[in-house]
């Protein structure tokens, strides 16, 4: 998890009191963060779901609520201008959405500076999925001619880049700049390459890579220009609100940008809180507690929420609030979880193991008694293994809508592709390589996720093939005492004419194959390999084992 650095004197200038040692240590671990050390710096790990305390200003803010310094929501203004960017056709193709923002009158003292490169970098980092789904540019407005246009250029055009005195041509930057070595990945498949550029045809960064050395921001500048770009407005808008939200804290004066794209026409920031219904029911009922609505209210005061009726006001800088079960949170940490009182329920049961639970570990055991060795993959993966290197078309699977990283972002809908990064990742260890996993899927039927637990065997080495995989699967029905066949099956990941599908009673419940060579060579494996998968809970619930 990301870890923010904080200078306690510029810390408790932000929350407009002085506050004794003994109480921030005991207070920083209570708001939902862990402190990491505490002296005159303060490291503070911040969980992924709170992005808008990952700069020392939003931190500083919550704190302030927490100690109920200055409670309710803050007041964040944007004003009227007349300032106007505007979206060329050609750049959607490379990196669609972008959002702007003007800060005017921020004093940029060292602290500030520190800040706002450490909130860029977290930002980045976390909630941008370094950088490919928001990219941050901030930019010295003084030396900008507006209107600002966000357009492509070819590869050979040039500017000078940040921290460089020459002019270097895009293609130049990804190759020999130390950020554009670090995220050409981002744009190299692309034939022109994104670039924001004024009025007077000077370039003000090429996002996601590196801002221009003609705009750089330094403690003599008095006035932003904050241009984010990438994939979703919401997530922009998100990036958006918590960086002016930082800025405003610091007393710049917040203006609204135009922003003019292809068949649409918008105004940054969008600072409009969402509305949320104080559900004091539900509230009581899952932290086990019985509060008032006059004693919630004050909790969502002190975590800087606004109040209008029966309504909270959610803030525009809170990127975490999808659900009222997220409110609850905030309560139950307003509240102290060290006020919460431990239970013994007033129930008596028998304790049992599940049923399901030992008929995996009679699995387990079997396959250990053949040889294999288990091996455990995260439930979490990616498109790319699942379809694009199992050299599958897409199908409807589960997509986490926060994700921490783009190589995590998709729960697996089957086992093979986790065996063959198994397989990957081990190339130089001896063969034979025969393993089995025992794990969930997760499968999408009609709009309905479906979480099965699945087996998959697999077998490498240099004459690993159909027969031997079917021998294995042989002893294993024949431990069981089910009868099953094979029927001939194409998938494309298979071989033809050595795969198939596995029948009970004419009930698919899996499939066993040798691996296609041009799979094995998009995994980059050197090695034959032969695998079976094997739906378990159908397994257990037609013989109820």
């Not at 007041?75 to 750049?91: F, H, P, R, T, W």
């Not at 304790?351 to 396959?367: S, V, Y």
Request: proline share 4%.
């Amino acid at each position: 998890m990301p870890t923010i650095t904080i200078d306690k004197n510029d810390l408790m200038g932000l929350i407009g009191k002085k506050v004794d040692d003994d109480t921030l240590m005991e207070k920083i671990p209570m708001m939902g963060t862990e402190l990491e050390s505490f002296g005159e710096e303060i490291v503070v790990e911040v969980f992924p779901d709170r992005p808008d305390m990952l700069s020392v200003e939003g931190f500083a803010l919550a704190l302030q609520g927490f100690l109920g310094i200055k409670t309710g929501l803050y007041d964040l203004e944007v004003n009227e201008s007349q300032y106007i960017a505007s979206i060329d056709g050609k750049v959607k193709k490379v990196r669609p959405d972008a959002v702007c923002a003007v800060v005017k009158g921020v004093e940029l003292n060292d602290a500030a500076i520190k800040s706002l490169m450490q909130v860029q970098e977290k930002l980045h980092l976390t909630h941008g999925r370094n950088r490919r789904r928001v990219a941050i540019g901030v930019h010295d407005l003084d030396k900008i001619d507006f209107p600002v246009h966000y357009t492509t250029m070819p590869k050979d055009y040039e500017f000078i880049p940040l921290e460089c005195n020459e002019e270097m041509t895009l293609e130049e930057i990804l190759q020999k700049h130390k950020k554009g070595v670090e995220y050409k990945h981002l744009l190299e498949k692309y034939e022109e390459y994104p670039i924001w550029i004024d009025s007077k045809e000077q370039v003000l960064s090429m996002p996601p890579i590196i801002n221009s050395e003609y705009t750089k921001v330094t403690e003599s500048t008095k006035s932003l220009f904050i241009d984010i770009t990438g994939y979703g407005l919401k997530y922009l808008k998100q990036a958006l609100n918590i960086l002016i939200m930082s800025l405003s804290i610091r007393n710049g004066k917040i203006y609204s940008v135009k922003v003019k794209d292809v068949d649409r026409e918008y105004t940054y920031p969008d600072i409009i809180p969402k509305k949320m219904e104080i559900d004091v029911n539900y509230t009581n009922r899952i932290l086990g507690i019985n509060l008032s609505l006059e004693e919630i209210v004050n909790f969502l005061k002190r975590m800087r929420y606004g109040i209008e009726g029966r309504n909270i006001l959610i803030p525009a800088y809170r990127a975490d609030i999808m659900h009222k079960i997220d409110i609850v949170e905030d309560v139950a940490i307003a509240y102290g979880f060290n006020n919460f009182k431990p239970e013994i329920p007033n129930i008596s049961t028998i304790a049992e193991e599940d049923p399901f639970e030992k008929f995996i570990r009679m699995i387990r055991n079997l396959m250990t008694g053949f040889q294999l060795m288990e091996v455990k993959n995260y439930i979490l993966t990616n498109k790319k293994d699942l379809f694009e290197k199992m050299d599958m078309k897409e199908e409807k699977i589960v997509e986490m809508q926060n994700a921490l990283t783009v190589d995590y972002n998709v729960l697996r809908n089957y086992l093979i592709p986790g065996i063959m990064r198994v397989y990957s990742i081990n190339t130089h260890y001896e063969y034979p390589q025969n393993i089995f996993e025992i794990g969930e899927v997760f499968r999408v039927e009609n709009d309905t996720v479906r979480e099965e637990t699945n087996i998959c065997v697999g077998i490498s080495h240099e004459k690993a093939n159909f027969t031997e995989c079917k021998e294995i699967l042989n002893s294993f029905f024949k431990n069981l005492d089910i009868k099953y066949e094979i029927e001939e099956k194409e998938k494309k990941y298979f071989i033809e004419g050595r795969a198939g599908s596995i029948l009970i009673d004419g009930n698919e419940i899996g499939y066993i194959g040798e691996i296609h060579p041009r799979v094995l060579s998009k995994w980059s494996v050197g090695m034959p390999v032969a695998v079976f998968e094997i739906n378990l809970n159908r397994i257990h619930e037609l013989f109820r084992f």
